[in-house]
């Protein structure tokens, strides 16, 4: 069973709606005991940093999640669920994040349009299992804010919006994506088939 991390916040029944389509067991959750029983743990986000921790934080469910990731189960941050997963934000102030990568979240620095929105292809830095038997590289992003300040050996890709910005990170068994798998058609069903397979 995969647990979907209901915070308040994000695209939940649309990643649950996407695994479910791809014949995954995918339950929307609060609970700390559904975490604990669940093979892979997903947590999206839509919004702003800020009130994204806030919101985690007060479900208590913060350190279920650090447990569970320190015994290695695969987890999947998305949009703004990957930007959680670094030390810290920069949007609206200066706020902490989980700490599980090491980075920082920053605002676009461009004179194109911000918010990010659109379809952009990824450019591959490091090969894992979260990609394989993708040919097509086009996924659908919606974002403001990137992360910062990654280990090189963090990185999985990098996407071009007036300059390079890293689109996906992995750490031991923590990925995290920027775009929106839900929302990237038949790639994106791939990628969250592939997470669905991770062990």
């Not at 647990?3 to 959750?29: C, H, P, W």
């Not at 999640?65 to 703004?80: M, N, S, T, V």
């Not at 299992?129 to 804010?145: A, K, R």
Request: net charge negative.
């Amino acid at each position: 069973m995969i647990a979907v991390v209901d915070y308040g916040m994000g695209n939940l029944r649309s990643v649950q709606k996407a695994f479910e389509y791809i014949g995954q067991n995918a339950l929307i959750t609060d609970k700390a005991a559904d975490l604990k029983s669940a093979d892979r743990i997903v947590l999206p986000g839509v919004g702003a940093f800020k009130d994204a921790m806030n919101a985690l934080n007060a479900t208590g469910l913060t350190p279920v999640l650090k447990e569970e990731i320190a015994k290695g189960k695969p987890f999947l941050g998305i949009c703004l669920g990957m930007q959680m997963l670094f030390d810290k934000s920069y949007e609206d102030g200066e706020y902490e994040g989980l700490g599980l990568i090491k980075g920082e979240v920053v605002r676009f620095q461009t004179k194109l349009k911000v918010p990010h929105i659109g379809w952009n292809k990824l450019d591959i830095q490091k090969t894992t299992p979260l990609f394989t038997g993708i040919d097509d590289l086009n996924f659908y992003f919606v974002h403001s804010y990137h992360a910062s300040k990654c280990r090189l050996e963090d990185v999985e890709t990098t996407c071009d919006y007036d300059y390079e910005f890293v689109a996906s990170v992995n750490k031991d068994n923590v990925w995290g994506v920027q775009f929106h798998p839900e929302k990237s058609g038949d790639t994106g069903l791939k990628l969250l088939t592939n997470f669905s397979k991770l062990c």
